[in-house]
């Protein structure tokens, strides 16, 4: 059973207030990802984390920042966010010992006015 | 340029019947594939995997089959029950350790009572 909770599920919120999506894992993972999720279009990797202090940008360019300070916290921040950030965001964890899949979230539905 | 595709953006199927799902790749560096369920505003969550070392992996109502020449895998559900009816991704990476996971744009699936 996995074990990775996201909050909030659901937020609206204006055009450049500052928001922060928190992501939580019990599950010990090393490797926690964020990815973001439009209707019809596939999961886009916007960050990435393998560790402690170790954060990567993924192959979608976001204006978004992660920071790494526990093992089991990934939060997303949007310093001023737009109409444009309106998505669906998701985070996910994955077992560093050898293949294995990702642990989803269920997700923060982020709409901004 | 999309390296998962799954071209089929929907499937209707009748209850009891097969479903396949269908995944075309093109990175032969590709040596693990997966694939998600989701249900709208929730997370996706894990269905079943494949290693390029098998072609075949069977769990349950579901079964991966896995074509590297033709860079294909496909999911089979058999029979097919209404709670099925969701969003179908499938994922794919390269190496054990593979810190990306690339995603295709998903199928719908609907399975008619």
């Known amino acids: 059973e996995a074990d990775i909770y996201q909050t909030p599920r659901y937020l609206v919120i204006g055009t450049g207030k500052k928001i922060t999506l928190e992501c939580s894992q019990t599950?010990?993972?090393?490797?926690m990802y964020w990815y973001q999720q439009d209707p019809g279009m596939e999961l886009h990797l916007i960050h990435y984390?393998?560790?402690?202090?170790?954060?990567e940008k993924g192959d979608l360019s976001s204006e978004s920042t992660v920071s790494r300070i526990r093992t089991e916290h990934f939060p997303l921040t949007l310093e001023s966010a737009r109409p444009s950030h309106t998505s669906q965001y998701l985070c996910?964890?994955?077992?560093?010992?050898?293949?294995?899949?990702?642990?989803f979230g269920e997700g923060s539905r982020l709409t901004v006015l | 340029d999309q390296q998962v595709k799954q071209n089929s953006p929907s499937l209707s199927v009748q209850e009891g019947r097969i479903s396949i799902l269908n995944c075309d790749y093109t990175?032969?560096?590709?040596?693990?594939f997966l694939w998600y369920k989701k249900y709208p505003a929730e997370g996706p969550t894990f269905l079943i995997s494949i290693s390029s070392i098998k072609d075949k992996n069977e769990d349950g109502r579901f079964t991966v089959f896995l074509n590297k020449s033709a860079k294909h895998l496909s999911l089979h559900i058999v029979p097919s029950q209404p709670g099925d009816s969701a969003v179908y991704f499938c994922a794919a990476s390269a190496g054990n350790t593979g810190n990306q996971f690339y995603f295709g744009t998903g199928t719908s699936l609907t399975v008619i009572p």
């Open positions: 996910a964890s994955r077992d560093t010992r050898g293949p294995g899949e990702l642990f």
């Open positions: 990175n032969s560096m590709f040596d693990y």
């Open positions: 599950m010990g993972h090393d490797k």
């Open positions: 984390s393998y560790g402690v202090n170790s954060t």
